[in-house]
């Protein structure tokens, strides 16, 4: 047998002994320490807290508790018995309470905004803040703030709190106050630690005043193809371009450029694109991030050909890249005027509305570096281009439950593209309000992506994607219950 003694002089830092992969850890906690083996295998243990000995058996990746100890450095010995091999190891572990926590900052030192665009409470800390480097009070070790402990009104029940890390922190919502509580984790310590709770009131903030910064496309371009060009369908497009009514006496201005080639023009279409555009990034992105720009648009209308756009005419639109840093939207005039005919000018409104939120996300949004998954993949673009339409209210509330109901129903679940994928993935924002953008970085980083990696980068490996999706089909089912559109 080998005794081998280890004295541990710095507070907080881990007692461990390896072996075969193996690391087990001795860490600070609330009102407690906790010893937390990783890597593969069993391992026998014996620990005595303070003199009190404890005996248990840790299996692969677990951890094992001593709860209800004082707020004090605590004297440890953990003995590891591994076949032949017994490891001790000794030192003194701080256990932290109440008390230490009354001494935690508490002010936030930031802004707070609440977009209702897409239903967003975000509280970000000031870029100059000290916060998140400052020192922990006398009797922590190192560290900082780890994110903010947030209690708010969700759009779907009484109240709701949610632990969120980093130096910005979203939630959905449209009420603009919650009650914020700085979270620490002082180095060392498993535990969080919380400061006092403190109200916070968001001010309200545009869309224009948000994105001020972003450079939209200097150049956009509405052309007709000859084949539609004198269908009262263009007539219809052009108003809601420009907000008119259906009854309008009002017709748009053509200007023949050539073969097949007309263009809209006397009127300021761009305001229409323009804010499509920043409803888009307003979901992918902040304000902060590298965005790509677009220099140059061609919204292209007309019968969409298999010979001339690659796409048969059942379709409503595409979206591809042009030259000199350039996209192309065209969208099918046939399928608006079907729409039109079968469900009236309001909903049509919110069909070409939506269809170019789906569209134009395409323009911007990130495609995994690699993909062996298709299904994946899929997700990735034409899930990701609907959950954007979804959060940006280019859907109703009755297409996102009905896309709810058909999801569980689907064999492929969440793996299912466009509308089922797109509302689970706006329905975790619950769990994260930024979710949606970290999603998207996680698509553009991650080699060899895929939608449950996706997720675990962000909500973290804890959160299995099978449970969150029969959360999800549960809780969508439990509101058409309540709204009536499942009946009993």
């Known amino acids: 047998m080998k005794l081998n003694r280890l004295m541990i002089a710095v507070l907080g830092v881990m007692m461990m002994t390896t072996a075969q992969a193996q690391e087990v850890k001795v860490l600070s906690g609330r009102n407690g320490i906790i010893v937390r083996q990783t890597g593969t295998g069993t391992k026998s243990y014996q620990l005595k807290v303070n003199g009190k000995a404890h005996a248990f058996t840790l299996t692969d990746t677990e951890d094992y508790h001593v709860n209800g100890l004082p707020e004090k450095t605590v004297n440890v010995v953990l003995t590891c018995q591994d076949g032949s091999l ?9 256990v932290y309470g109440e008390r230490y926590e009354a001494t935690l ?61 980093g130096n910005r922190w979203t939630v959905v919502t449209q009420n ?46 509405v052309e007709v193809d000859d084949s539609t060009l004198h269908s009262p369908a263009i007539t219809r497009y052009a108003k809601i371009l ?22 809209l023009v006397g009127d300021d279409y761009s305001d229409f694109y323009n804010r499509v555009i920043l409803r888009v990034l307003n979901v992918l992105y902040t304000p902060e991030d590298s965005i790509r720009i677009v220099d140059e648009m061609l919204n292209a209308i007309g019968a969409m050909t298999k010979a001339k756009d690659g ?35 309001d909903a049509l409104a919110n069909e ?65 593209p466009y509308r089922i994928s ?7 924002r619950n769990y994260d309000g930024d979710f949606i953008r970290k999603f998207e970085k996680t698509i553009a980083t991650l080699p060899e992506w895929t939608v449950q990696k996706g997720i675990h980068a962000v909500l973290g490996p804890q959160y299995d994607v099978e449970w969150l999706w029969n959360k999800y089909i549960a809780e969508v089912t439990e509101e058409a219950r309540e709204k009536g559109y499942i009946k009993e």
């Open 86 to 94: 017994t490891t001790i190891s000794k030192g003194k572990i701080p």
């Open 105 to 165: 900052p508490s002010e936030f030192n930031g802004h707070a905004v609440l977009d209702r665009e897409v239903d967003e409470l975000s509280l970000i800390l000031d870029s100059n803040s000290e916060t998140n480097q400052a020192p922990l009070p006398k009797g922590g070790v190192g560290g900082g703030l780890l994110g903010a402990q947030i209690t708010y009104q969700p759009l779907r029940g009484q109240s709701a709190t949610r632990l969120l890390t």
């Open 176 to 221: 603009n106050n919650v009650y914020l509580r700085l979270a620490y984790q002082p180095e060392g310590c498993a535990d969080t630690l919380l400061a006092a709770p403190v109200q916070i009131t968001a001010q309200d903030i545009s869309l224009m005043e948000k994105w001020a910064n972003f450079q939209l496309p200097k150049k956009i371009t």
């Open 242 to 263: 420009l907000g008119k009514t259906e009854n309008d006496d009002w017709k748009p201005e053509i200007a023949h450029m050539g073969d097949d080639v007309n263009h």
């Open 311 to 345: 796409f048969d005419g059942g379709i409503p639109a595409y979206c591809g890249g042009r030259p000199n840093n350039g996209i192309i939207m065209k969208l099918n005039i046939p399928y608006l005027e079907n729409y039109y005919k079968r469900f009236g000018w």
């Open 352 to 416: 070409q509305w939506g269809i170019f939120l789906h569209e134009l996300c395409h323009a911007y949004q990130k495609s995994p570096q690699r993909s062996r998954y298709r299904d994946d993949h899929a997700i990735a673009i034409e899930g990701m281009a609907d959950a954007v339409r979804f959060t940006a209210k280019g859907f109703g509330e009755k297409e996102r439950i009905e896309a709810g109901l058909q999801g569980a129903k689907s064999e492929k679940r969440w793996l299912t």
């Open 422 to 428: 797109a509302c689970f993935l706006m329905w975790l």
